[in-house]
């Protein structure tokens, strides 16, 4: 044992090495609170690494607003603006007043690039699929990303509401064909566009794919197509009189060997395919492509992930989503205000009934799995098809 006057001496070190070591521990704790606080300013939107700025108008709303006023939420290495529900026009035109929704470039806010007051130069009609309306094409996330780049490039954008109501809103050639011609018609002296000025394009999804192809060529002039979904013709002995067409599909829909035998029995007519592959549906997908709801997006994910069974661990879409699905979201949804604040012409709920919200994610979540939906990926590659084969004004 040591003796009492040797751990008197020893009392003055042993005081000194309880200092250090307080002070490391005054340090390490400074350095955990450091980190929580750089993490807290620069690690809070986790989801916005390796990002690219965007403009400034379409920012995101609630917790994830700082990250999105200064990046583009990135999907499939593309990049893409965060496009909120636009503001069309509605009007009933036509024989029988027929509903239809448009916008002009002009009707864009004033910071885009410079496209307020552009005239049109050209006509983009969208035919919706079975199940929805003329509005969609503005209100759900995939369409409105396609009218919104459609628009920026200076085509006015008008879509038609079949005339099925009742039913399942899918198009008929006996129903929808004889008042198309006169609907369009009036569209164009509303709104100033002669068709000289003004060529017209088509694009339809699934049913109005289809529709596309039975008259509706004809019938108003289109002078191209773009087919989402919807092999239109199908295989035809000996070919047809048809217009430059690009076909969007999901190879989940139809195997790419019947894409290529329908575009050879297009011939001579210029054909592109364009396919969209399945992707992950992820908080930042949720936040990038609905920012609507980004304030609840991370509930969503979570919610799919591991009440449902839906999402893998890596985000990807294990099956086929279902009604079910969605429903499960409801008590999340009821505690966060998804409802758009709409003009009185536009409908407060889709064509099924449901809230925008949900139908917004009913369709993404389709189109990560890449069946049977609507698409914006390659809407930039379907416009430059449309002017490489119609020579269009500036």
């Known amino acids: 044992m040591m003796p009492k006057r040797a751990r008197l001496l020893m009392m003055p070190l042993q005081i000194q090495r309880l200092r250090i070591q307080r002070s490391f521990k005054s340090v390490h704790l400074t350095t955990i609170i450091f980190l929580f606080a750089f993490y807290k300013i620069f690690g809070r939107n986790v ?11 379409n920012t995101i709303p609630g917790e994830h607003e700082t990250c999105a006023k200064s990046q583009t939420l ?26 239809v929704y448009y916008m002009l470039p002009s009707d864009l806010s004033d910071d885009l690039k410079g496209l307020v007051g552009k005239a049109a130069h050209a006509v ?6 079975c199940n929805h309306s003329g509005a969609d094409m503005f209100l759900l996330p995939e369409d409105r990303r396609v009218a919104f780049s459609a628009l920026k490039r200076g085509f006015a954008v008008l879509s038609i509401s079949s005339a099925n109501k009742s039913g399942r809103g ?8 004889p008042s198309l011609k006169s609907t369009f018609l009036e569209f164009r002296n509303l709104v100033g566009l002669a068709e000289e000025d003004a060529p017209a394009f088509g694009m339809g999804a699934s049913s109005g794919g289809s529709f596309l192809f039975r008259g509706a060529v004809e019938e108003i002039g289109l002078r191209a197509l773009a087919s989402y979904v919807s092999l239109g013709p199908g295989v035809v002995a000996g070919g047809g009189n048809y217009v430059p067409t690009v076909f969007v599909y999901m190879p989940r829909d139809v ?4 894409v290529e035998k329908v575009r050879l029995s297009m011939t001579p007519a210029a054909t592109e395919a364009l396919a969209v592959a399945p992707s992950p549906f992820n908080a930042s997908v949720c936040r990038s492509r609905i920012p ?11 919610t799919l992930l591991h009440r449902t069974g839906l999402l893998s661990e890596t985000y ?5 989503p279902a009604l079910a699905d969605t429903e499960i979201l409801s008590e999340l949804f009821s505690q966060f205000s998804v409802e758009h604040s709409f003009s009185d012409s536009l409908p407060d709920r889709d064509f099924k009934g449901q809230s925008w919200a949900i139908a917004a994610v009913q369709e993404e979540l389709a189109h990560a799995y890449a069946r049977h939906e609507m698409s914006s990926e390659h809407i930039e590659e ?7 084969h119609v020579q269009l004004s500036n």
């Open 47 to 57: 989801d916005c690494v390796e990002q690219t700025s965007v403009d400034q108008t």
């Open 74 to 99: 990135i999907r499939d290495g593309e990049s893409g603006e965060a496009v909120f529900p636009l503001t069309p026009h509605r009007a009933l035109l036509g024989s029988i007043r027929t509903e």
């Open 124 to 129: 983009l009609v969208h035919f919706h699929g």
């Open 170 to 177: 899918c198009w008929s050639k006996s129903d929808d064909l």
């Open 255 to 258: 195997r790419n060997e019947k």
């Open 292 to 302: 609507e709801i980004a304030e609840i997006c991370d509930g969503v994910v979570e």
């Open 316 to 320: 990807d879409l294990l099956r086929r």
């Open 382 to 388: 379907v416009l430059v098809f449309f002017e490489k």
